[in-house]
Every structure is written in C-alpha cells, then in structure tokens.
C-alpha cells in the first residue's frame, strides 16, 4: 500500500461546557453525528457529566489518511470545518478542549 493511502486509526475527544439547557444543547451535539461520519468518523459518542449536566464529551473514532493525519492544521483552515466550528462557539461557555489519541490498548 503506497504511504498517502495508509490510514491511522485515532480518537478524537472534545471536551465542551455549554451554555442554556443540557437537554437543548445535547439534543443539538447529537445532532452532529452525520457531521463526524461524514468527515470519516467510525464510531460517534456523546457523554454528558452526571454531576455537571453542562459539561459533555465527544468521543469520535476515525480512520485518517496519513498524509492528512500529518497536517491536522491544514484540514482545520478547511471553510466547511471553519463554518460548522462557528456555529459552536455561541453554545460553549469558554473554549472547547479538542485532543486527538491513538488507541495502544491492542
């Protein structure tokens, strides 16, 4: 397999406090599950604090390409990801925390 068509599998967690009711806004960032598989997501998951209703995680699995995987930034200039990003910032209470992991459990 040729180096630009290896993929990497990785774990994309967002870390968010939202602002106005959990329900609402959990309704919402359920909403963007057809976003995250679009973008190659394979597994999508939507955690709200039990003690902190508008505290959430989102964990979303993906398969990138190595050579995006490489230049991260470059895909987050992309004007679709810089659009869909916007829109959070009025839900959110401060900035997001976003961390990508590889799974070295296997």
Do not use: C
């Not at 329900?23 to 973008?39: G, I, K």
């Amino acid at each position: 397999m040729a180096d630009n068509q290896e993929t990497m599998h990785r774990v994309l967690q967002m870390k968010i406090r939202a602002l106005g009711e959990p329900a609402q806004v959990l309704a919402l960032v359920q909403s963007t599950a057809p976003f995250y598989r679009a973008l190659g997501g394979t597994q999508v998951r939507f955690l709200q604090n039990v003690d902190d209703p508008a505290q959430f995680v989102i964990e979303v699995e993906y398969e990138a390409n190595a050579a995006l995987e490489v230049n991260r930034q470059k895909i987050s200039s992309d004007p679709m990801v810089r659009t869909f990003l916007q829109g959070w910032k009025t839900l959110l209470a401060g900035a997001a925390e976003m961390d990508v992991y590889q799974d070295v459990s296997k």
